[in-house]
């Protein structure tokens, strides 16, 4: 039997080649596509419901007979069929129907008919609902199975993916579609076949629960998500080895520059510091690529363990680039950098998307005749900007970049000759179990130590009708000679009517607080204006700084001590944390206010209540995986982890360490069976993480 990888949609009945176009788009060009492509949801179509028994928002299939069939004069104009079982009365309305269709529903017509009931006008309606008349004579049997609704496009019809569906299930058996998982091993974590899977998939049994396929915790879905998961795991470890068969420059461990910078630092490194440094130093003087991520909650001083990295690539004279994702943290990166190497005699270079023209021309420039240290944002890796001898990468706040961009990064370093050592540093805190699987690429550190002198930040929850006592204590503060943050959180993700509230809010608390030097800053501005504000805001001119989230990250002010964060129920936990981190800097006890709007939701609620209980980001994080559990799928965006078909990485979590297990069972034992797992679910080669 030939395999169905190989065999065109085109070989199906009724599939030419407009069709076939049309399925192309959809991503489907094979009949195992055609079997990949799952259902969103399904229909329950086994089963005629009396109507007397039918529930408003239930969609049923009814069966009756026309008592009545009507044009009536509402606010439109409708036929109105009112059909009866003997258990009651539905209508089912028309507003779009020809004379045929009205005479063919004549009264005393038996009809079988599906679609949402809804209350109406009428008691119980169907508005335009799919029916068919009957005959009488020959009885009609009900769908055998659920009726599965795919994801479509337009001009492509259920109807007609169903009848793909149904020839690729005819022609689908163990032989035609090779699963890859050895029974041995599917039998460990008790994974079902996968044509079974697949076809139970497609065209579940009537008693099939519904809940859990809406809610993808069925033995079917686990069976291809594991499968999904295990191949995402297989070419993480696939993309490892190929870089780590690169040859990255062996840099000895560095004397002269730490002593240095060391000396000038201020404070000792904590132990966490010491720890991983020397961790990431022992990586560095390999000449196998350096793969490493450092994983540290905010504040935790990761930006002290990159400089000591890039103090061992200076030294042995090659060029270190440091990227961020946002221009306002690659500034501060940047003033950070400049200030620990000037005393060293260590110039540092500067790129972002919006340096142009000649100051753009004499940067690249700069970074092609060797400019030891250079910052900026991802404008770094743009095609053009070649480095000299680059032998490091230090990426900070990887999650938002994401893996496309640390792929494609990837790609470049192996463009040259050599490829350079990277360095992730990310304070994202996503439970290990995701970090093991997103990053399965990646050797991993743990910041676990804060600096000391930390002081827990003292997390309030408020109703926002509360503003004015808030105003008062922002007052107070400042009049302590402290500083605030007020943040504005997105509205309806877009960033132009945030800027417009961050306005609004600023014009109000300026007028509030008369006498107080208030600041605003937010991602509408050009750098240089932003830069003005956080620079003032860092001497101490500004008391207060009406934020948008264009501060989340990296933002470094000790002397601030109070935060406001507006209608925190709008952020993920994650992006809570993140801002809260900007406070709780310095020795001064330090508050964060977080003002809702009621009333909150039930999980809102237990969202904000964690915040309060703790400032623990691997804590809030794991709380929120459980918080959120199935169906709500906020994750995946935030953390900037990978789209999946089948798969998602919160609701499957659990999956993760079996995956990882697996993976790694099958690499040993049956290496073969890894390219066409990577095949199957990474269409025409495809790497994952690139779009
Ligand atoms: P993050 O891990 O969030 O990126 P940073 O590297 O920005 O943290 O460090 C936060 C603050 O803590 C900075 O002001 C930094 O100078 C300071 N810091 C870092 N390490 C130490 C240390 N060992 N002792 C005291 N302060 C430190
Ligand atoms: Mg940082």
């Keep these: 039997m030939t395999e169905l990888a190989a065999v065109s949609v085109t070989a199906l009945k009724g599939v030419g080649a407009a069709l076939a176009e049309k399925l192309a788009k959809v991503g489907l060009e094979t009949l195992q596509d055609v079997l990949f492509h799952l259902p969103l949801r399904y229909q329950d179509r086994t089963r005629i419901v009396p109507i007397g028994a039918l529930r408003p928002g239930q969609d049923a299939v009814v069966e009756g007979i026309v008592a009545g069939a009507d044009v009536v004069m509402g606010r439109r104009r409708s036929l109105l069929v009112r059909l009866q079982d003997g258990s009651g009365t539905l209508s089912l309305r028309f507003y779009h129907f020809s004379q045929a269709q009205k005479e063919g529903l004549k009264r005393g017509t038996q009809v079988r008919c599906y679609g949402e009931v809804r209350p109406g006008s009428s008691g119980l309606e169907i508005y335009h609902p799919e029916y068919r008349a009957l005959s009488g004579s020959e009885p009609i049997a009900v769908e055998q199975t659920l009726t599965p609704i795919y994801p479509t496009t337009e001009g492509l019809t259920q109807q007609r993916l169903r009848q793909l569906s149904e020839q690729a299930l005819a022609r689908l058996g163990p032989h035609s579609l090779p699963d890859w998982l050895p029974r041995e091993l599917a039998d ?133 680039a ?24 260590i110039e540092v270079a500067w790129l972002a998307g919006k340096l142009k023209g000649k100051a753009r021309a004499s940067a690249l420039e700069q970074i092609a005749a060797g400019a030891p240290m250079v910052v900026g944002t991802h404008a770094l890796f743009q095609d053009e900007v070649r480095f000299a001898k680059l032998a490091l990468v230090i990426i900070d706040e990887q999650h938002r970049f994401g893996v496309q961009q640390r792929l494609a990064l990837r790609q470049k370093g192996i463009g040259g000759r050599m490829c350079p050592h990277q360095l992730i540093m990310t304070a994202t805190p996503i439970p290990r179990t995701l970090a093991m699987s997103a990053y399965a690429d990646l050797d991993t550190s743990i910041l676990d130590e804060l600096p000391p002198g930390r002081t827990p930040v003292n997390t309030l929850v408020i109703a926002d009708g509360r503003r004015l006592e808030v105003v008062e204590r922002v007052r107070l503060a400042c009049n302590e000679g402290r500083q605030a943050y007020w943040v504005c959180t997105l509205i309806e993700e877009s960033e132009e009517l945030t800027c417009q509230a961050a306005e609004t809010t600023f014009e109000d608390l300026s007028a509030a607080l008369g006498g107080l030097n208030v600041g605003l800053i937010h991602g509408r501005m050009k750098p240089a204006e932003k830069a003005a504000v956080m620079d003032q805001f860092k001497q101490g001119q500004l008391q207060l700084l009406v934020a948008t989230t264009v501060i989340e990250v990296g933002v470094d002010v000790p002397n601030a001590s109070l935060m406001i964060i507006e209608n925190p129920e709008r952020l993920g936990l994650a992006q809570l944390h993140q801002l809260r981190g900007r406070v709780g800097r310095g020795s001064a006890a330090s508050h964060c206010l977080l003002l809702y709007h009621p009333p909150l939701s039930q999980l809102g609620r237990e969202r904000l209540a964690i915040m309060r209980e703790t400032c623990d980001g691997f804590v809030i994080a794991e709380k929120d995986l459980e918080l959120r559990g199935p169906g709500e799928m906020l994750g995946t965006r935030q953390t900037g982890l990978l789209q999946f078909k089948v798969a998602d990485l919160m609701r499957d979590a659990d999956l993760l360490p079996a995956v990882r297990d697996a993976a790694q069972a099958l690499l040993e034992h049956w290496p073969q069976h890894v390219s066409p797992l990577l095949e199957r679910w990474l269409r025409h080669g495809q790497q994952y993480g690139q779009v």
């Excluded at 068969?245 to 010491?274: D, I, V």
């Excluded at 909650?297 to 030294?315: I, M, P, S, Y």
């Design 188 to 320: 460990d974590y008790q994974l079902s076949p996968l044509d079974q899977a697949i076809r139970y998939l497609h065209r579940p049994p009537p008693d099939a629960d519904l809940e859990e396929l809406a809610e993808g915790r069925h033995w079917a879905q686990h069976r291809l998500a594991f499968e999904e998961l295990l191949t995402h795991q297989l070419s993480l470890q696939r993309l490892r080895e190929s870089v780590r068969a690169q040859q990255a420059p062996a840099l000895p461990l560095a004397k002269k520059l730490p002593r240095q910078y060391l000396a000038n630092l201020g404070f000792t490194p904590t132990g966490a510091q010491q720890r991983v440094g020397a961790e990431i130093a022992y990586d560095l003087s390999q000449s196998e690529p350096m793969l490493r991520l450092v994983q540290g909650d905010v504040g935790a001083g990761k930006t002290v363990v990159a400089a000591f990295a890039a103090l061992q690539a200076l030294e042995a004279g090659y060029q270190v």
């Design 322 to 345: 440091l990227m961020a994702p946002t221009e306002i943290l690659a500034e501060q990166h940047f003033i950070n950098f400049s200030k620990w190497l000037a005393p060293l005699g």
